[in-house]
């Protein structure tokens, strides 16, 4: 049984800073896992922002790309972060955190990091709602 917990969603202005959080829960461990931020706005696809594998390589869509950062806490690696930073009313979406497991390392080459279909768990989400 696996479980993500996603917090932080908020309203704020446009130039604004959030962070995002997600906590994994598992009863099986010893397990690599590939981690990934996705958001989705009314009417729209969901669409993959900030990914890290196994050995904490992150990448980003370019529309995020030098705004937000995707990170593992440096001591619990069941939490996930993504900083929001220089936030604009475009990035106004439902955040959702989703997660894969491997026996071994876990690492996804694009496009299969940012592609739904790659991943197994999900969080229910959390809002942020960017004004201008």
């Not at 706005?41 to 390589?57: F, S």
């Not at 937000?68 to 955190?97: H, R, W």
Request: net charge positive.
């Amino acid at each position: 049984q696996v479980q993500l917990v996603e917090s932080g969603g908020d309203s704020v202005q446009a130039g604004g800073s959030l962070r995002l959080s997600c906590a994994r829960t598992s009863r099986e461990k010893h397990y690599a896992w590939c981690m990934g931020w996705f958001r989705q706005a009314p009417g729209k696809e969901r669409e993959g922002v900030a990914a890290i594998d196994t050995l904490n390589r992150p990448t980003y869509s370019d529309s995020v790309k030098g705004r937000f950062t995707i990170s593992k806490d440096g001591v619990n690696e069941d939490l996930l972060y993504l900083q929001l930073t220089s936030l604009k009313p475009e990035d106004t979406a439902m955040y959702y955190c989703a997660a894969i497991r491997k026996v071994g390392l876990c690492r996804l080459a694009p496009p299969a990091n940012f592609d739904p279909s790659s991943y197994t768990y999900w969080g229910q989400g959390t809002q942020v709602t960017v004004s201008s």
